[in-house]
């Protein structure tokens, strides 16, 4: 599954579950964010994220060709402004420092809590707003 608005989003989403990639998608919009672009599959991202202005990435931890820490590790070294938060089903303090390590911005655990990912998501796009 690949979905990218029309209009420019600053939110990808990457999960191989794409049930809960669109419910990921309709938390945010009906919170008032703007749309995100979703992609199931993890080799999509690199080409994705330099073809697309994003500014935040919501990306599983565990999935098949390429892991979240992979992609993770290839985005900060190519874009290491771009900010990325961990959802991962592993409440695991390990997984969450070493994704804090590679650089992403916070850890979220599955099953997410709509509140805490709508902050999530609030605060990193006011944070690229103020740096802008």
Same mark, same amino acid.
């Given at each position: ?30 919170? &008032? ?34 892991? &979240? ?64």
């Amino acid at each position: 599954m690949k979905s990218i608005p029309q209009n420019d989003t600053p939110v990808l989403i990457v999960d191989d579950d794409e049930g809960l990639l669109l419910s990921i998608k309709a938390t945010l919009v009906s919170s &008032g964010l703007p749309e995100p672009a979703l992609v199931s599959d993890s080799r999509y991202v690199m080409d994705l994220v330099r073809t697309h202005n994003f500014e935040l990435i919501l990306l599983d931890l565990m999935m098949p060709h390429l892991s &979240g820490m992979e992609v993770l590790k290839k985005v900060k070294e190519e874009f290491p402004q771009l900010d990325c938060v961990i959802v991962s089903a592993m409440d695991d303090v390990e997984s969450a420092v070493q994704s804090m390590t590679l650089g992403a911005s916070d850890y979220l655990v599955k099953p997410l809590n709509s509140e805490k990912l709508i902050i999530v998501v609030n605060r990193t796009l006011r944070k690229h707003n103020l740096q802008n």
